[in-house]
């Protein structure tokens, strides 16, 4: 069992990355290397921006390589609750925001000639208590009645067998535009593609210092040198070292961990996941699945509440394959072949966070949603950048920090303690 990513293990080599000291000027430097710092790095080369962009490890090794390459219309919250909390102008709004962010994916990937394995195969979300769909169909219910989201379909109980050979689940929703990819290879294909119209892009260049020059430019130290930058851009996540607290006490960086199995044959899965779709269960701690093209099942969640490393990997791994054991009884006797753990930067609301603070720009806290919505908002910040502040649609989201969060997530215990119980007892 290899405790890698499968995506980055699988993906096309990037060797366009710079290789002498990080020097020189730039109209902007871009800090995180992941799916919003390229997404934005292409688009502002597209408009003929000079790009330099600053990754502390391995292009797209970080969250945007280490998901389940579910590529998801729709928020996570439940509708619903966005209309309790911002009226249904703005849920409808936000919502939408989220199914365009799956066209940005495809568009980009087309544009760009990006093999991927790009499908739109459909999200369903598994219900896995008979109250949750219930509540399913309450939110069926109102996106109707509020003409929000015409491609969503009820599946009922009794329809399931048609979607999923397992008895575990009670029901389901399925959102039919939403899609999967590699993404190892979109990251990869991505990097290429700044690479070509003149984007810097450096590797194992963590910043160290940031430090506001005047006029409003920064200079950007790393310990491979230092380049100046007329604007920045924080696209960092909130976890990792580096001067960045005042953004790491707004993310709750929750580990999330996935094994994948050996190829399993396309008959066997047939019989059990006819449709190939993504696949997300419905309990706080929960599960996400999906077949890649390889005919291998890959299955994640929230195994352990702790930081991804060695240890945590390991132990998870463990813990998720007798989580897909007891939803496919048949897939008892597989092989796993990886296993690997990494970080869900999560906001207080659950929602994405965008805007300028002291003179940077900053995008992130997706939530579990960053596949779509860090390559889509690379598009919006390029419009920031270039002077159009209505281009974000979170201007108006408040973003306080998160009471006694000083950096590192010491809650997280007992936060996994608390869903537990949730779980449980609703």
């Known amino acids: ?49 000079t790009v330099v962009v600053l990754e502390a490890g391995r292009l797209v090794g ?14 996570l919250q ?9 009226g249904v102008e703005r849920a409808r709004r936000y919502y939408q925001e989220f199914t365009d962010a799956v066209d940005s ?36 219910e109102a996106l109707q009645a509020d003409g929000v989201d015409p491609n969503v379909e009820l599946v009922p109980p009794d ?38 119209r003149g984007v810097r892009l450096y590797e194992s260049a963590p910043v160290t210092g940031l430090h506001r020059q005047s006029g409003g430019a920064w200079r950007i130290t790393t310990p491979r040198g230092s380049v100046d930058a007329a604007q920045t851009l924080i696209a960092t996540g909130g ?16 580990g999330s961990f996935i094994v994948v199995t050996e190829p399993l044959g396309a008959e066997r899965l047939g019989r059990l996941l006819p449709n190939r779709r993504s696949y997300v269960t419905s309990n706080n701690i929960g599960n996400y699945f999906r077949v890649t093209e390889d005919n291998r099942l890959l299955f994640g969640g929230r195994a352990r509440f702790a930081m991804s490393n060695v240890k945590s990997d390991r132990e998870s791994g463990y813990i998720l394959r007798d989580s897909l054991v007891r939803a496919f009884p048949e897939f008892a006797d597989v092989r796993i072949d ?15 966070h965008a805007g300028q603070h002291k003179g940077l720009y900053y995008s992130m806290g997706y939530s579990g ?35 006694g969060h000083f950096g590192k997530p010491w809650f997280l215990p007992a936060v996994g303690a608390y869903y537990r119980i949730k779980d449980f007892l609703y």
């Not at 568009?107 to 509540?135: Q, T």
């Not at 889509?376 to 009471?403: R, Y």
Request: aromatic share 8%; with cysteine.
């Open 78 to 86: 439940d509708y619903r609750s966005l209309v309790d909390s911002f």
């Open 338 to 352: 990886y296993c690997w753990g990494g970080s869900v930067d999560m906001s207080a609301d659950r929602m994405p």
């Open 105 to 140: 994916v495809e568009r980009l990937a087309s544009e760009e000639h990006i093999d991927c394995d790009f499908n739109r195969r459909g999200k369903l979300k598994l219900a896995s208590k008979p109250a949750h769909f219930n509540k399913m169909v309450q939110t069926f």
């Open 159 to 196: 329809c399931m067998r048609d979607e999923i050979g397992s008895n575990d689940y009670h029901g389901g929703l399925l959102q039919t535009t939403s899609a999967q990819l590699h993404v190892g290879k979109f990251g990869s294909g991505l990097a290429e593609a700044a690479a070509r």
């Open 239 to 254: 976890s990792g070292s580096g001067p960045f607290g005042w953004f790491r006490r707004r993310i709750i960086p929750v």
């Open 369 to 403: 949603h960053g596949v779509q919505m860090a390559v889509h908002m690379g598009q919006i910040m390029t419009d920031m950048i270039d002077g159009n502040e209505h281009a974000n649609p979170w201007g108006e989201l408040k973003w306080p920090p998160i009471p």
């Open 1 to 49: 069992m290899k405790l890698e990513s499968f995506w980055l293990d699988t993906a096309p080599t990037f060797n366009g990355a710079e290789e002498g000291p990080v020097d020189g000027r730039a109209d902007v430097a871009i800090i995180g290397g992941g799916f919003t710092g390229l997404s934005t790095a292409l688009a502002l080369a597209k408009r003929g921006a």
């Open 62 to 75: 970080e969250a945007s390589g280490r998901n389940g390459g579910q590529c998801n219309a729709g928020t």
